[in-house]
């Protein structure tokens, strides 16, 4: 059985930094490509960032230079470090898993995805 848990979301004030994890269980983490996506009330999923098996990375406009994607795939988890928040990063925060294992910043190449944590940056 598929699971991604995402944890670590909550309040953050303005300029602070948070960092969000997934740990994932019943597929192969260590060739799969791993993303993080957002959802803003009442706006549209969004990618944020995506590291694949190799390391590689790639970010969103919004967030390149704030936030930072690892991996360790020996505890199956991959990790987002979001500095310098922001009102506008308040969202739900998405992982998600591909399987083939290559970037992407298209919701539909991801296989499975976490139920999601609550970020809420506050001004």
């Known amino acids: 059985q598929v699971q991604l848990v995402e944890s670590g979301g909550g309040l953050v004030e303005a300029g602070g930094s948070v960092t969000l994890s997934c740990l994932a269980s019943?597929?192969?983490?260590?060739?799969?490509?791993m993303g993080w996506f957002r959802q803003a009330p009442g706006k549209e999923r969004e990618f944020v960032t995506t590291i694949n098996r190799s390391g590689g990375t790639y970010y969103s406009d919004s967030v390149k230079g704030r936030f930072t994607i690892s991996r360790d795939n020996a505890k199956n988890t991959v990790y987002l470090q979001m500095n310098s928040l922001k009102p506008e990063d308040t969202a739900v925060y998405y992982c998600a898993a591909r399987l083939s294992g290559a970037l992407s910043t298209l919701a539909y190449h991801y296989n499975y995805w976490g139920q999601g944590t609550q970020v809420t940056v506050s001004s």
């Open positions: 019943g597929f192969t983490f260590s060739t799969s490509a």
